[in-house]
């Protein structure tokens, strides 16, 4: 079990290695975000009621969450209307478990929720509401085998490998 702890750049080394190693992605995501709606008010931009912030905050023991606090807004902003619904929900990437534990906080007890992960020992983060596969997210083969068993999607949050070539090769099979 790992203490709450948000996700902080090493140090501007290797901050600025990695901007240097994600460049073309990057740019990539500049250009695609200029189609994208603005925040409407000051207050969507950090609303202290957000549920997704709220659960983070109040989280201080338990599985680790790693989330930077801006995609709270984006997440709630986009996500609201399924809540409370059967909705299901995949997240790539788990690393400690809190994110699978505050989807399920914040989508309710109808939702399904899954997870992947090429890491093991996030199978342990099984229970009635979550399901954990384990595989590469690059990997096409795993992902038809994951849409035999999961057939239906409602939502996908890539937080896995967070590289270009994870992240396109994932699009298509899902
Ligand atoms: C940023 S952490 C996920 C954080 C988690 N979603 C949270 O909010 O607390 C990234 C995770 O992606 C997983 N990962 C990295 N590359 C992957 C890949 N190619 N396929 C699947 N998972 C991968 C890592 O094992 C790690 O657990």
């Known amino acids: 079990m790992l203490n709450r702890t948000r996700l902080r750049p090493h140090s501007i080394r290797s901050g600025l290695r990695a901007a240097f190693l994600a460049a073309p992605s990057t740019i990539g995501g500049y250009r695609s975000n200029r189609s ?5 008010t000051a207050q969507e931009i950090s609303d202290p ?3 997704l912030r709220d659960f983070f905050n109040r989280h201080r023991q338990g599985r680790g969450i790693w989330k930077w606090d801006h995609y709270f807004d984006v997440y709630h902003r ?12 995949l997240e790539i990437g788990n690393y400690s478990g809190g994110s699978l534990e505050m989807w399920c906080d914040y989508f309710g007890s109808k939702a399904h929720i899954y997870g992947v992960d090429v890491e093991s020992a996030c199978k342990s983060y ?16 795993f992902w038809s085998q994951f849409r035999r068993e999961v057939p239906i999607l409602d939502l996908v949050i890539d937080d896995g490998g967070h590289n270009r070539s994870s992240a396109l ?6």
């Open 36 to 40: 994208w709606p603005a925040l409407k």
């Open 169 to 174: 090769r994932n699009c298509s099979p899902i």
């Open 49 to 51: 009621a957000n549920p």
């Open 78 to 89: 986009h996500f609201s209307r399924l809540r409370g619904r059967e909705t299901y929900v």
């Open 126 to 141: 099984e229970n009635s509401m979550i399901n954990v596969f384990i595989g590469d997210q690059a990997d096409r083969k």
